[in-house]
């Protein structure tokens, strides 16, 4: 099977390291041998690092010249790319105050960091000759699924929920792909059936506690790897967290980098929470692999999640991390500070910075050795209820006009 530049060797449980698998078929439902019926444990790619040219790789200008976006330039360190891209990564790093950073992950195809999940999963099921994917997904997994589905020339099946925000609804619909909304609670049997009786390739979780694909969360290694190349090893990155896949992918991306001796050390990986639920600081909190939890109302629907998983737990454990819970008003504010500076995000992707004002800015993290980078993971027209019109029409006369600009505080 062609390889694409990769050095992937294999799949490592997480449960128990000892534990190899060969690189195909990927495990799309955690480690068989460590998981029970309360917990699944997920596996990671392994690769020969002795044979990578790391000085090369992440040298300076090493890309230059090449197409802004797109994971092939980082093939080494991935599993085989073998689904076409779509322009993905690449994103700028966006220095919202001195030392602190957002990473804007808006700025992907799909304009949300799942462009580089699925272009690794895709990429699976193109390796393993799948007819299609299947995804549960709340909004941006689905989305960016079905885009990555359609470049591949596969079908697309994404199961989400009864409350699909109607701009995402409209996005999904416009890949060609089956949308199938149904309660929250069916969604992961009904794709276990999908999978089962269709043959489509999962490229979300199929567990009972969170796993998720065994390539999807390699691609956001690239995260880090980005943040690398424009400013060093910060002192810590804030990353909002729903199942932890992001989370870890950035830890295991610096923690490569050190690894290769590139870099002196890992950030602090900082996971951010939404209240309403956090079975990661649920897990943490009382030393458990993964957790399930109840979740409450929250309008940050891409982070409010009823269970964790091991790999997030992993992230902050080596890290030397922690994890924040953020309500949704903290959540607001963020926002509403991202759009002064320019960048509109959705509510769940403003966790990184709500988690750090949550901590009264870097001083919050004591003896802070350099930056800190807030991930913002999606675009804020994922939020529900947008599209409705929110501004009044103006009388075309000048008094109404200068009415109004005198209420928004701009005088002559």
């Known amino acids: 099977m062609a ?7 294999g799949q490592r449980s997480l449960g128990d390291p000892t534990l190899d698998y060969p690189l195909w078929p990927p495990l799309t439902a955690g480690c068989p041998r460590t998981g029970t019926e309360d917990v699944s444990y997920p596996v990671e790619v392994d690769y020969a690092y002795l044979k990578a040219d790391a000085a090369a790789l992440f040298a300076p200008g090493a890309d230059a010249g090449a197409p802004r976006g797109g994971l092939e330039r980082w093939a080494p360190l991935l599993p085989p790319l073998l689904a076409p891209g779509l322009g993905e990564g690449g994103t700028p790093l966006v220095e919202l105050e001195p030392g602190v950073y957002v990473k804007d992950e808006a700025r992907n195809p799909t304009w949300s960091h799942k462009d580089r999940l699925n272009r690794c999963t895709t990429s699976a099921a193109v390796g393993v000759g ?11 997994h689905g989305a960016s699924a079905a885009a990555y589905a359609a470049r591949a020339g596969l079908r697309c099946v ?32 009904l794709l276990r059936q999908v999978v089962d009786r269709l043959g489509l390739h999962p490229v979300s979780n199929l567990t009972t506690t969170h796993t998720g694909h065994a390539y999807g969360p390699e691609g956001y290694k690239t995260v880090a790897y980005e943040i690398f190349r424009d400013i060093g090893v ?11 896949e992001l989370l870890f992918g950035v830890w295991k991306g610096f923690s490569e980098l050190h690894r290769l001796g590139l870099a002196d050390r890992v950030p602090r990986i900082v996971a951010c929470e939404s209240a309403s639920g956090a079975p990661l600081a649920l897990a943490v909190r009382q030393g458990l692999p993964a957790a399930r939890v109840t979740v409450g109302p929250s309008e940050a629907y891409s982070i409010a999640s009823p269970v964790g998983g091991y790999r997030g737990v992993v ?14 008003g903290q959540l607001a504010a963020a926002q509403a500070e991202l759009a002064r500076s320019g960048l509109w995000t959705e509510l769940s992707a403003a966790a990184g910075l709500a988690g750090l004002r949550s901590l009264g800015g870097v001083e919050g993290l004591g003896e802070a050795e350099g930056p800190v980078v807030c991930v913002s993971t999606s675009s804020g027209f994922k939020d529900r209820g947008v599209g409705a019109r929110s501004t009044a029409p103006v009388t075309p006369e000048w008094d109404e006009v200068r009415r109004r600009l005198h209420t928004a505080g701009i005088r002559g």
């Open 158 to 189: 994404v199961f989400t929920g009864p409350d699909l925000p109607p701009a995402v609804d409209a996005f999904l619909n416009a890949y060609g792909a089956v949308v199938l909304p149904v309660p929250w609670e069916a969604r992961w049997p």
């Open 3 to 9: 390889t694409d530049g990769s050095l992937a060797t």
């Open 315 to 328: 992230a902050v454990r080596e890290s030397g991390g922690r994890v924040l819970t953020l309500d949704d």
């Open 234 to 244: 910060p002192a810590a990155v804030f990353v909002p967290t729903g199942y932890g």
């Open 130 to 140: 799948a007819p299609g994917i299947a995804v549960a997904s709340s909004g941006n």
